[in-house]
């Protein structure tokens, strides 16, 4: 069973930053897709990005130049940077985590079935 611990949310006021942090545990392949989505009340999750164990990385375009992605593959965790952070980011910030052998060639997607999720991080940015 693979446990995602999140830390780092709060609320900052636009053009601050934010560092979020994500904690994988329990995973028993070597390959994985670690991910960052998030949530506003009545609206549909998007993918915020995802960066695989080989460190390949994709971005929202409505993140991108903003926010870094960085892991350590050590447990591994993942880091979200943000950067000038605009009202429109503010969200509930959910971790995902999709852990695969090597031969299944499965990679990283923004729909996967497969992925664990964490419990959430809510990012306030006020104008």
């Known amino acids: 069973q693979v446990n995602l611990v999140e830390s780092g949310g709060g609320s900052v006021e636009a053009g601050g930053s934010l560092r979020l942090s994500c904690a994988a545990s329990?995973?028993?392949?070597?390959?994985?897709?670690m991910a960052w989505f998030r949530q506003v009340a009545g609206k549909e999750r998007e993918g915020v990005v995802w960066?695989?164990?080989?460190?390949?990385?994709r971005y929202a375009d409505s993140v991108k130049g903003r926010f870094t992605i960085s892991k350590d593959n050590a447990e591994p965790t993942v880091y979200l940077q943000m950067n000038s952070l605009e009202p429109e980011d503010t969200a509930m910030y959910y971790c995902?985590?999709?852990?695969?052998?090597?031969?299944?060639?499965?990679?990283?997607?923004?729909?996967?079935?497969?992925?664990?999720w964490g419990q959430g991080t809510q990012v306030t940015v006020s104008s």
């Open positions: 329990g995973g028993t392949y070597p390959e994985y897709c």
């Open positions: 995902a985590a999709d852990f695969f052998p090597r031969s299944s060639r499965k990679g990283c997607r923004w729909e996967n079935r497969d992925y664990y």
């Open positions: 960066i695989d164990s080989y460190g390949g990385i």
